[in-house]
């Protein structure tokens, strides 16, 4: 098996991954050639993502963006999803993509675009639902873990100084982990109006979810969890024992990650415990209305304000030059940090969350600094700007953070100017990757990453419905 850090340097310039009977790219080309895997060799087939395909397609009239959309949208379905059924209900796993594992993140964000489309198709509602089952199963195995085998296979992360299971691949505690799962099976429901995932056994994970977020909360000690690695990556392994660094309990909650899978410098990943307290009013609903629980309703909506009094009191802090915003981790002592995040959960992707909306002053001021030379991570390429990671190292950046500020946007020319950027870094793929060299898009990592491909999948159908004739634009 391999990690996501073993990708990091991997560069290259073929489309898709080795084995998936995905054609070569041939650079430069102007026929586009669809680098879909075969009909044969799919995974998983949907009547409404292919309808949907040829009808955005057809609105896009620069040929090279219609075919990375075409490629791009139904990457989840067409290469990582093994659906089944396990005693009579559907069973979904969904792996991230060059790595043989189901993140609880990722496999949600994945399926996450089509959800627009499951009342026209019971398949892939059938299929949406498996994966909330799935991620049922896997919060009760472990509330703490964030990636997971397709059963008890064990890893080469299994020497990981932590409590690890066979059904682990990985036992990173991020908050977005459990977030976003409720994310999923909330709107899910909203939907589709079906309510039968929301069985005994999600009643349990409910519960695990709520009583995991207090455990961290760390009132009453550092509770059960800690993490170490042997590694010579820093941001790989925590300090302190595995436990972080030192907090003071304010009724945030302690992440020891980040949705990028690398360590926190300070315990309170703002972003994230915004994250929780949408996640937590999303569950109080589910719990009065479907699960007729109004007590644990009360519980999960009283634990949403209590973090949201915190990040208010605690997560609103003065940058030196650009005045009040967010901060992207504190530790209730004063203590701040002024990055932000490539994946999501982050500082930019706050409204697409559901946190605030993009018209909020402090959002704004947050976002400013994000795409700033204030950042430290942020970089300006030939080809465009955006955000890179310690993840990735200097000078790569992540088209997952042009597709979030093109999708928190209302701006049509900066949208347009994302849009551009996506199409002209790429590597000649077709494909969206996990980071690109600021110069040269033909080094990347990660060729086969399904959640940046279906997300850019996704902001393409935004821009369809709200800004249609941004689409009839040639973008080369």
């Given at each position: 098996?391999?990690?996501?850090?073993?990708?990091?340097?991997?560069?290259?310039?073929?489309?898709?991954?080795?084995?998936?009977?995905?054609?070569?790219?041939?650079?430069?080309?102007?026929?586009?050639?669809?680098?879909?895997?075969?009909?044969?060799?799919?995974?998983?087939?949907?009547?409404?993502?292919?309808?949907?395909?040829?009808?955005?397609?057809?609105?896009?009239?620069?040929?090279?963006?219609?075919?990375?959309?075409?490629?791009?949208?139904?990457?989840?379905?067409?290469?990582?999803?093994?659906?089944?059924?396990?005693?009579?209900?559907?069973?979904?796993?969904?792996?991230?993509?060059?790595?043989?594992?189901?993140?609880?993140?990722?496999?949600?964000?994945?399926?996450?675009?089509?959800?627009?489309?499951?009342?026209d198709d019971a398949k892939l509602q059938q299929m949406v639902a498996g994966v909330i089952n799935r991620q049922t199963k896997c919060i009760l195995i472990d509330p703490y873990a964030n990636a997971f085998n397709d059963g008890p296979t064990g890893s080469e992360w299994e020497k990981d100084l932590t409590d690890m299971k066979p059904e682990l691949h990985e036992r990173k505690w991020e908050i977005d982990s459990l977030c976003y799962p409720v994310?999923?099976?909330?709107?899910?429901?909203?939907?589709?109006?079906?309510?039968?995932?929301?069985?005994?056994?999600?009643?349990?994970?409910?519960?695990?979810?709520?009583?995991?977020?207090?455990?961290?909360?760390?009132?009453?000690?550092?509770?059960?969890?800690?993490?170490?690695?042997?590694?010579?990556?820093?941001?790989?392994?925590?300090?302190?024992?595995?436990?972080?660094?030192?907090?003071?309990?304010?009724?945030?909650?302690?992440?020891?990650?980040?949705?990028?899978?690398?360590?926190?410098?300070?315990?309170?990943?703002?972003?994230?415990?915004?994250?929780?307290?949408?996640?937590?009013?999303?569950?109080?609903?589910?719990?009065?209305?479907?699960?007729?629980?109004?007590?644990?309703?009360?519980?999960?909506?009283?634990?949403?304000?209590?973090?949201?009094?915190?990040?208010?009191?605690?997560?609103?802090?003065?940058?030196?030059?650009?005045?009040?915003?967010?901060?992207?981790?504190?530790?209730?002592?004063?203590?701040?940090?002024?990055?932000?995040?490539?994946?999501?959960?982050?500082?930019?992707?706050?409204?697409?969350?559901?946190?605030?909306?993009?018209?909020?002053?402090?959002?704004?001021?947050?976002?400013?600094?994000?795409?700033?030379?204030?950042?430290?991570?942020?970089?300006?390429?030939?080809?465009?700007?955006?955000?890179?990671?310690?993840?990735?190292?200097?000078?790569?950046?992540?088209?997952?953070?042009?597709?979030?500020?093109?999708?928190?946007?209302?701006?049509?020319?900066?949208?347009?100017?994302?849009?551009?950027?996506?199409?002209?870094?790429?590597?000649?793929?077709?494909?969206?990757?996990?980071?690109?060299?600021?110069?040269?898009?033909?080094?990347?990592?990660?060729?086969?990453?399904?959640?940046?491909?279906t997300l850019f999948g996704e902001l393409l159908m935004k821009v369809s419905q709200d800004h249609p004739e941004l689409l009839k634009r040639q973008y080369s």
């Amino acid at each position: 098996m391999t990690s996501r850090r073993d990708f990091l340097r991997n560069s290259s310039v073929l489309a898709g991954a080795v084995g998936l009977g995905l054609p070569k790219v041939v650079f430069g080309k102007s026929n586009y050639t669809s680098q879909r895997p075969p009909l044969s060799q799919r995974k998983f087939t949907s009547e409404a993502v292919e309808k949907t395909i040829v009808n955005i397609k057809k609105q896009i009239a620069d040929p090279k963006l219609a075919w990375m959309f075409e490629n791009c949208f139904p990457n989840t379905l067409d290469t990582t999803v093994n659906f089944k059924m396990i005693d009579g209900r559907p069973d979904t796993f969904v792996i991230t993509g060059d790595i043989n594992a189901m993140w609880l993140r990722d496999s949600s964000a994945q399926v996450w675009p089509y959800l627009p489309l499951v009342k026209d198709d019971a398949k892939l509602q059938q299929m949406v639902a498996g994966v909330i089952n799935r991620q049922t199963k896997c919060i009760l195995i472990d509330p703490y873990a964030n990636a997971f085998n397709d059963g008890p296979t064990g890893s080469e992360w299994e020497k990981d100084l932590t409590d690890m299971k066979p059904e682990l691949h990985e036992r990173k505690w991020e908050i977005d982990s459990l977030c976003y799962p409720v994310r999923l099976a909330y709107h899910y429901w909203k939907i589709s109006g079906d309510t039968k995932v929301f069985d005994d056994n999600y009643r349990k994970a409910a519960r695990l979810i709520v009583k995991t977020f207090k455990e961290q909360q760390r009132k009453e000690g550092k509770g059960p969890y800690k993490f170490q690695r042997v590694t010579a990556w820093q941001s790989d392994t925590v300090p302190n024992s595995g436990y972080g660094a030192p907090m003071l309990p304010v009724g945030l909650i302690v992440s020891i990650f980040r949705p990028s899978d690398d360590a926190t410098v300070f315990p309170f990943l703002i972003p994230s415990n915004m994250f929780a307290v949408v996640s937590l009013q999303q569950l109080a609903e589910i719990s009065d209305n479907v699960l007729q629980d109004a007590a644990f309703a009360k519980e999960c909506a009283m634990l949403a304000d209590e973090v949201d009094r915190a990040i208010k009191a605690y997560a609103i802090v003065e940058h030196p030059k650009l005045g009040n915003m967010y901060g992207f981790e504190v530790d209730g002592y004063g203590n701040r940090l002024f990055i932000d995040d490539t994946n999501v959960p982050s500082l930019l992707s706050i409204p697409y969350l559901g946190y605030t909306t993009a018209a909020d002053p402090l959002y704004q001021a947050s976002r400013h600094f994000v795409w700033s030379s204030f950042h430290p991570w942020f970089y300006r390429g030939k080809y465009g700007d955006g955000v890179g990671s310690p993840h990735t190292g200097e000078d790569y950046i992540w088209p997952m953070s042009v597709i979030m500020r093109a999708l928190t946007s209302n701006d049509k020319e900066e949208i347009a100017e994302c849009l551009h950027a996506l199409r002209n870094t790429d590597g000649d793929t077709g494909f969206i990757h996990e980071s690109y060299h600021k110069n040269d898009p033909t080094k990347f990592t990660r060729k086969w990453f399904a959640w940046a491909n279906t997300l850019f999948g996704e902001l393409l159908m935004k821009v369809s419905q709200d800004h249609p004739e941004l689409l009839k634009r040639q973008y080369s």
